[in-house]
């Protein structure tokens, strides 16, 4: 074999070779422990001394030289290699990062805080409720008889609770219908004056429309005193309404009507601050917007509290209403929609 060719031969291989593996299996090939150096060197024992000597010397330097070849061209990748992947994974940190959108309040938490504000400057504490109410304090304690609609299935959340007809009223759990549970709950523990406002949530198994919601929140009002009048309502009604729809030519009236917990009990009216009360779509063409229920507090619902000799008046809103007439939302359902086009208006 001519040393010279098999040089060539290697050094040609060695041109073409692109990658480690490449290079591995050439050495593998050649310069191996079966290679093909190895093959001749061990071929060499029939020829004579002299011979032997210089194709020893030959092979020898071929393999020194090979070794050095086949090395440098490892580094070589090698170094391209590393260079490739450094530049594909290069991570440039002074980049400006991805912007964290700030989040806003809610505008049902929105209206829920102005109220709390408004009613804390006109002298009322701000106190909570439980949601999971048991039926006295929601229904019973606040002057509801046995048989009140109020009190049926497709009205009222009940929990579960096995066979609910021997357990007490203050064991039967429900989901609470309005805020009016709280009014019984601070009676019986507080003496007045009371003067208390209430936001919450309150759920009403009913089907929903663009003005009704299985879940809104409420605020109530109560006041507990001696000679409260409706005088004092009205009073504390129109500086509330005018306050929290920022106009002073607010104006209320108040209609006969019936809640079981107060005696009088008035639903009242808000001057349409659309139209001014020119008459409009939101109003109807009446220039007046049916807004909240209010009363004097039934005289059964103090002594079911353990409380006598007191006067107290109370009213009840939806936040979620008074939050669409404030900002023209036309359908209470945008509030729980979690859409973003409405959610970021406010
Ligand atoms: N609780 C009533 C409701 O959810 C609203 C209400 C009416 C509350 C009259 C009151 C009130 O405190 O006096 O429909």
Request: contains cysteine; aromatic residues 10%; hydrophobic residues 35%.
């Amino acid at each position: 074999m001519n040393i010279e060719n098999l040089k060539k031969e290697i050094l040609e291989k060695l041109e073409k070779s692109v990658n480690l593996k490449d290079l591995e299996l050439l050495e593998k090939d050649y310069l191996g422990k079966k290679g093909i150096i190895r093959n001749i060197s061990s071929s060499m024992k029939d020829l004579d001394v002299q011979a032997k000597k210089e194709l020893g010397i030959k092979l020898n330097e071929l393999n020194v030289f090979l070794e050095e070849k086949i090395d440098k061209k490892k580094k070589a990748i090698k170094t391209s290699e590393t260079k490739e992947r450094e530049e594909k994974e290069f991570l440039d940190i002074t980049l400006p990062g991805d912007k964290v959108e700030r989040g806003h309040i809610h505008p049902l938490s929105l209206a829920k805080k102005e109220l709390e504000d408004i009613f804390t400057f006109l002298g009322f504490s701000v106190v909570e409720g439980p949601e999971v109410e048991d039926e006295w304090h929601n229904f019973d304690a606040l002057n509801f008889p046995l048989d009140h609609p109020a009190r049926e299935m497709q009205d009222t959340f009940f929990i579960k609770q096995g066979n609910r007809a021997n357990l007490s009223q203050k064991e039967k759990f429900i989901l609470r219908t309005h805020t009016s549970n709280v009014q019984t709950r601070y009676m019986e523990t507080h003496k007045p004056p009371i003067k208390i406002a209430v936001p919450g949530r309150v759920f009403r198994s009913e089907a929903t429309d663009a003005r009704h919601e299985v879940c809104f929140y409420q605020i109530e009002g109560l006041y507990v005193d001696k000679n409260v009048s409706v005088a004092n309502l009205k009073g504390i009604l129109l500086r509330f309404l005018q306050e929290y729809f920022k106009d002073k030519n607010v104006k209320i009236r108040l209609r006969p009507s019936f809640f079981p917990f107060v005696e009088p009990g008035f639903e009242v009216d808000m001057s349409c601050t659309v139209c001014n009360q020119k008459g409009c779509s939101v109003c109807s063409g009446e220039g007046w917007l049916e807004i909240l229920g209010a009363g004097m507090v039934h005289q059964n619902v103090f002594s079911s509290c353990g409380l006598k000799d007191v006067t107290g008046f109370a009213f009840g809103v939806s936040v979620d209403r008074l939050a669409m007439m404030k900002y023209k939302i036309d359908n209470i359902r945008w509030f729980h929609s979690g859409d973003l086009r409405f959610l970021k208006q406010f």
